[in-house]
């Protein structure tokens, strides 16, 4: 069957349409538009007016796409940005009113199980032991350890995001020692007391670790992070955006993204291999099953 799910999240409004069957899935189309809700959340304390009219006409926009694509099916998710936002629900029924189109306020627990499920079902091999999920966004970081496709044994959801932390660290483009050196004492502090269970694979998901590949390689490890942070350090966004294909405001992103997937990648005392699928593919796959 031929299914789409719309994610609206902290940096993206996200299309995938897949056809599913039984456990796998078949991507047909997939586009996003930087909304950048979180922004608005860390400088307003709230989503601004206007930037829920622009959000509802990225949804309405892509639900029409998904239908013109034969999807039978179009499930809706929200994340870190609208559960966090005082006037989160208003977003939600803004889009509803306009579209018809269910929202479900994914909880901090919630994104990482689908994240989880979303990356070990796209895997394309079956883990030696345990598995561990590395789940980047724009408003918040989910860190999932389980056992391939969908079994979880622990999981945490802590509220730092490439978005929230350049918007909160990271202001000079490209950014300075003394800001990252900020942004890594975030870090430490968001990241206290998490002590994740030894995992036999690392899998990382979401936009900064997709974008990365271009830019360090499917493979995370030390260097690659030191040669990867280096040279996003060396040019303005819009210039490193032309030289790997990638949207000038994804760059804007990448440092802090980067950031938040070495800290998981040293607390789980491993490197990360970047990821097929994520909440996405973990919806589709769900209704699915």
């Given amino acids: 069957m031929r299914r789409a799910c719309i994610d609206i999240g902290s940096n993206t409004t996200r299309l995938l349409v897949a056809d599913c069957a039984g456990e796998g899935l078949a991507e047909v189309h997939q586009e996003r538009a930087f909304t950048r809700i979180g922004r608005d959340v860390v400088i307003e304390g709230e989503i601004s007016a206007a930037k829920i009219s622009e959000v509802v006409t990225v949804v309405c926009d892509q639900l029409e796409r998904a239908r013109g694509l034969g999807a039978g099916q179009v499930h809706a998710v ?21 579209c018809g189109l269910e929202i479900n306020v994914l909880s901090g627990e919630q994104e990482a199980r689908l994240a989880f499920l979303g990356a ?96 360090a390689g499917s493979r995370l490890d030390g260097e690659a992070f030191r040669r990867a942070l280096a040279l996003l350090g060396s040019d303005r966004a819009a210039e ?18 980067l950031l938040i997937l070495q800290a998981a990648s040293e607390l789980l005392r491993a490197p990360l291999q970047i990821g097929r699928g994520g909440v996405r593919e973990g919806v589709l796959l769900e209704a699915g099953s």
């Avoid at 932390?165 to 050196?181: F, G, I």
């Fill in 78 to 98: 929200a994340t870190a940005a609208i559960r966090h936002a005082p006037n989160g629900r208003a977003l939600v029924e803004a889009v509803e009113d306009a």
């Fill in 120 to 215: 070990a079902r796209t895997l394309g091999h079956v883990p030696g032991g345990s598995l561990a999920v590395v789940d980047v966004g724009g408003g918040s970081s989910e860190l999932v350890v389980g056992t391939a496709p969908d079994t979880i044994a622990w999981s945490t959801s802590f509220a730092v995001g490439s978005g929230e932390l350049s918007d909160r660290c990271l202001h000079s483009d490209p950014p300075s020692e003394q800001e990252l050196a900020d942004a890594r004492a975030s870090l430490v502090e968001a990241l206290e007391g998490v002590e994740p269970p030894p995992a036999a694979e690392a899998v990382a998901v979401g936009g900064s670790a997709t974008s990365l590949r271009a830019v």
């Fill in 240 to 257: 490193l955006a032309r030289q790997f294909g990638l949207d000038a405001e994804r760059v804007r992103l990448l440092p802090a993204g």
